[in-house]
């Protein structure tokens, strides 16, 4: 079992910055990706970013450029780092976490509470 807590989030300015955290924790567990998306009411949670084993990321067309996603493996960490934040960026964002189970290889996907992140002047 894995359990994921965020932090980072908060109200910010437009153009202003951010960065989410999002560190895992448990045994027998193995991490072979880690992202963010995020949800406002009424639409389907979104992909923003990913990161995967060897550093291979993606992300969302709406925040390339803006938006850094980075890891620590030796902490199990991922960040995100939002910068020229716009008002659309609002949302709760929730850490993914994708781990190979070392008892059984199992595939599993873990889900963070969520953080809120506001844009407005």
């Given at each position: 079992?894995?359990?994921l807590v965020e932090s980072g989030g908060g109200l910010v300015q437009?153009?202003?910055?951010?960065?989410?955290?999002?560190?895992?924790?448990?045994?027998?567990?193995?991490?072979?990706?880690?992202?963010?998306?995020?949800?406002?009411?009424g639409k389907q949670r979104e992909l923003v970013a990913a990161i995967r084993n060897g550093?291979?990321?993606?992300?969302?067309?709406?925040v390339k450029g803006r938006f850094t996603i980075s890891r620590d493996n030796a902490k199990n960490t991922v960040y995100l780092q939002m910068n020229s934040?716009?008002?659309?960026?609002?949302?709760?964002?929730?850490?993914?976490?994708?781990?190979?189970?070392?008892?059984?290889?199992?595939?599993?996907?873990?889900?963070?509470?969520?953080?809120?992140v506001t844009v407005s002047s």
């Open positions: 079992q894995v359990q437009p153009g202003g910055s951010l960065r989410l955290s999002c560190a895992a924790s448990g045994s027998s567990f193995s991490i072979y990706a880690m992202g963010w998306y995020r949800q406002t009411p550093g291979n990321t993606s992300y969302a067309d709406s934040l716009k008002p659309e960026d609002t949302a709760v964002y929730y850490c993914n976490v994708g781990a190979i189970a070392t008892t059984n290889l199992s595939l599993n996907v873990y889900w963070g509470q969520g953080t809120q």
